[in-house]
């Protein structure tokens, strides 16, 4: 080969090199980051999107459920090209390969940030993809250029050594990427096949005038992508509903196994629960609504017939992960569940799939076993849970809580629309009120209760004059119950104090 041809294959070489490094890191990042944030996959997912439909027919004809393999290799060698592409071009007219690899990262960045729920995350890994292509594709091609004689020798060895370490190095990282999110993709494929049967019941169209329509404050149902999310697993576990069973055992007189298709053959109603988190700090955001699909506890529990003296059920997650329950607070005729959907689809993974515990009026930690498995009957004097185990109580009724949303740190001055939200799930909001400064106690408006299981919106029409002011919100619940200004700590059992806020008026 003359000079020009080796250095030009060498080019071709190193842009495949720079393209196989630069999705092997992206997937990997998104592997850690976000399984569905993955380059790859949301720029596969961008282009079947495109697909005009006769030609996604053809293809899924012609491969079967083999298309989207088929698409990911035609796609991988579609980028691997491009490396080639650019290599060539960063020999020729530096930095044209740079370039090339730029816009191919943001069209991936594109394509994963215009993915259904996407959020900042998810263009993370497009970014890496971007920023490692062109460091590798400058260092190697860099070397290509013509030297002082003499020294290409060594140099040429050292970068077809360079070329193959980085193209390994990337294919190893992909596939790493691949083996570590092959779980969350069975998952998601079983979740894509389940049909959850109609409702039985479904719930009322929201009252008008539960939101108080004033802008900034948190939605009245969460959209799953903005539900807060907690969890003892750094991945989520995955859970097979072909083989899922909960075992109902413990203190019962009829123990017994119940299947996924099984439960759902039980009927499903819907409703609407609050959830939140013992963690929430006064003014945080680990509270959120949905609407959830489930079967009632109570029912399940009827059939095995807990034995008298029995006062808990201690529910265990595949991750290990129980919670410590009052049987009275499952059994009282509250809408106490066990989901199988929220919002409308199938319970996501990271919420608990195929099947999770819902009670209004406890906290998440002693009720809302996701992954669930089994549920003991027991009592509070046999047995203690993950968390009571790690100092918190054993026992987590939700506390009267309010919280502010707007205005933010500045205002300017005249009418300012203060609101947020209140909550005492199962008790109910009866009154919210807000302080300025050290004024007296106002009474808000209250948006329409939905129901006592879920939060309520307020809000206070404030005629802001200029300087700094001090904002105190607090709620009374239908007990008649005042929230407490006592400050105490999330740990063992919720936090308490008033959420109070500084505004800049001026
Ligand atoms: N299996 C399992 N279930 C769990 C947890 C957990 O770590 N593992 N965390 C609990 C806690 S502390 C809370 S606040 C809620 C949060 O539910 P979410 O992630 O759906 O918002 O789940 C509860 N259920
Ligand atoms: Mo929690």
Same mark, same amino acid.
């Given at each position: 080969m003359t000079e020009l041809g080796t250095r030009r294959a060498l080019a071709c070489a190193a842009g495949v090199a720079a393209a196989a490094a630069a999705i092997g890191a992206g997937e990997l990042v998104a592997a850690v980051l976000h399984p569905s944030a993955s380059p790859l996959l949301s720029v596969g997912s961008f282009v079947i999107d495109l697909t005009p439909g006769f030609l996604k027919e053809t293809v899924i004809r012609a491969f079967g459920t083999g298309d989207k393999p088929f698409l990911l290799i035609v796609l991988l060698v579609l980028l691997l090209v491009l490396g080639a592409v650019a290599g060539l071009l960063e020999l020729r007219r530096a930095p044209l390969g740079r370039v090339l690899i730029v816009v191919v990262g943001l069209v991936a960045a594109g394509a994963a940030a215009t993915r259904?729920?996407?959020?900042?995350?998810?263009v993370t890994p497009s970014l890496v993809d971007l920023v490692v292509g062109v460091f590798v594709l400058a260092l190697l091609v860099g070397r290509l250029r013509p030297r002082a004689a003499g020294e290409a020798g060594p140099t040429r060895r050292g970068l077809v050594i360079a070329t193959v370490v980085t193209a390994a190095a990337g294919a190893l990282a992909g596939w790493g990427a691949s083996a570590a999110t092959a779980g969350s993709r069975r998952v998601a494929s079983a979740i894509a096949r389940v049909r959850l049967p109609k409702p039985v019941a479904t719930v009322e169209p929201l009252p008008a005038g539960v939101s108080v329509g004033v802008p900034g404050v948190a939605p009245f149902l969460t959209p799953t992508a903005d539900f807060y999310r907690i969890d003892i697993s750094l991945s989520p576990p995955q859970v097979d509903p072909s083989s899922w069973q909960l075992e109902v055992t413990g203190e019962v007189e009829q123990p017994f196994r119940i299947t996924y298709a099984e439960l759902l053959a039980m009927g499903l109603s819907e409703s609407r629960t609050t959830l939140m988190c013992v963690? +929430?700090?006064?003014?945080?955001?680990l509270i959120s609504t949905a609407t959830w699909l489930g079967v009632p506890i109570r029912d399940l529990l009827a059939r095995a017939r807990p034995k008298a003296g029995a006062d808990m059920v201690l529910s265990t997650g595949a991750d290990g992960f129980t919670a410590s329950s009052p049987l009275s607070a499952l059994t009282d005729?509250? +809408?106490a569940i066990l989901a199988v959907g929220m919002n409308g689809e199938v319970l996501p993974n990271l919420h608990g799939f195929p099947v999770r515990m819902v009670v209004p009026g406890l906290y998440g930690y002693v009720s809302a076993t996701k992954w669930l498995q089994s549920l003991q009957v027991t009592r509070y004097s046999e047995a203690t849970a993950y968390w009571t185990n790690r100092g918190w109580s054993e026992k987590g009724p939700v506390k009267v809580s309010s919280r502010i949303d707007?205005?933010?740190?500045s205002v300017a001055p005249g009418v300012v629309a203060v609101a947020g939200v209140a909550w005492a799930q199962?008790?109910?909001?009866?009154r919210v009120q807000l302080q300025i400064d050290d004024g007296p106690w106002r009474d808000c408006e209250l948006g329409t209760e939905a129901s006592i299981d879920v939060w309520r919106q307020w809000k206070y029409r404030w005629i802001a004059e200029r300087g700094t002011h001090t904002l105190r919100v607090r709620a009374t619940d239908r007990n008649g119950l005042v929230q407490t200004a006592k400050v105490a700590d999330v740990v063992p059992d919720g936090a308490t104090g008033l959420h109070t806020v500084q505004v800049q008026v001026g």
């Open positions: 259904h729920g996407a959020s900042v995350v998810d963690s +929430n700090e006064v003014g945080g955001g005729g509250r +809408n707007v205005p933010g740190r199962h008790t109910g909001i009866a």
